[in-house]
């Protein structure tokens, strides 16, 4: 392994050390251009509640217009914000020492004022408010983690993060070739999964041909974008059933299936049990 394949190895295995602790951390910006097909598991917030406001593409929308709004404040070095959806957030900037490149977020957090925008979010976004609403009280947290102990376990990420910019060829400013596609394909996937997804779509979003997408995709992840698409809508479906009480149907939709029942047999075949019984068992 070269030393930048090495270095990424150890970034992703400390990302997920970090959320395996219990931090809902995520990677944004200019970051994830450079290294989406190694990151972009570490690209999306996993929380039931984002997962309900992201199942609004005009809601990802607005979330990804957030993001872009996050650097003018990262001048000052990191804070603690909130969005427009009502979640806290710590964010930590990454540069090469004189260019913001991403940031680091720590996600999952009420907001400290009691957050009342869940009919706002209903109307702008055609979103159940009292689900919402529901989810938001359920899934965040209001007890906010040491500041000083984060700040200690963000600072070895983003100086790693750092180092692998410095690695990266000055003249190469993001993944190119078939790797950089590969990259720009789960970031499709990954942002319109609660859609109907077709390959033409995607070659459309790539440059490229359907066949040598559905080709390089195969060769890179070892799985079909089918299988890798519906991988996720599982994922997704996993966490709103062991958190809410949404009933299946609801689930399928807000995760991108438009058959209850198609959904059902993809549920099974991916977990080894219908939802019904995955539902059960987290509550046993």
């Not at 963000?154 to 750092?162: F, I, K, N, V």
């Not at 979003?205 to 299988?227: M, R, V, Y």
Request: charged fraction near 20%.
């Amino acid at each position: 392994m070269t030393e930048i394949e090495t270095l990424t190895e150890e970034i992703r295995s400390y990302l997920i050390y970090l959320r395996e602790i219990g931090l809902q951390i995520t990677l944004h910006g200019n970051l994830m251009e450079r290294y989406q097909s190694s990151f972009a598991m570490f690209n999306i917030h996993e929380n039931p509640y984002c997962l309900l406001i992201k199942s609004s593409s005009s809601a990802w929308d607005a979330c990804i217009a957030c993001q872009k709004r996050v650097g003018e404040r990262l001048a000052h070095g990191p804070f603690f914000g909130t969005c427009y959806a009502g979640v806290s957030e710590f964010v930590y900037p990454v540069s090469d020492g004189e260019m913001l490149l991403g940031f680091v977020s720590v996600s999952g957090y009420r907001a400290h004022s009691a957050f009342t925008g869940f009919q706002w979010l209903s109307e702008q976004f055609g979103l159940n408010a009292s689900r919402l609403q529901k989810s938001y009280f359920e899934n965040l947290r209001t007890e906010l983690p040491d500041r000083a102990q984060l700040d200690r376990l963000l600072a070895p990420l983003c100086r790693m993060l750092q180092l692998l910019i410095r690695l990266m060829p000055a003249d190469t400013p993001q993944e190119s070739g078939d790797t950089g596609i590969y990259g720009e394909v789960l970031a499709y996937l990954l942002r319109h999964y609660a859609e109907p997804v077709r390959l033409s779509d995607i070659a459309i979003a790539c440059k490229c041909s359907p066949s040598h997408i559905s080709h390089l995709f195969k060769q890179k992840s070892g799985q079909t974008l089918p299988a890798y698409l519906n991988a996720i809508r599982v994922k997704n479906a996993k966490q709103l059933l062991r958190n809410t009480d949404m009933r299946i149907q609801e689930i399928a939709f807000t995760v991108g299936f438009s058959d209850s029942n198609y959904f059902t047999n993809v549920f099974r075949k991916v977990t080894g049990l219908s939802p019904r019984a995955f539902r059960a068992r987290q509550k046993a």
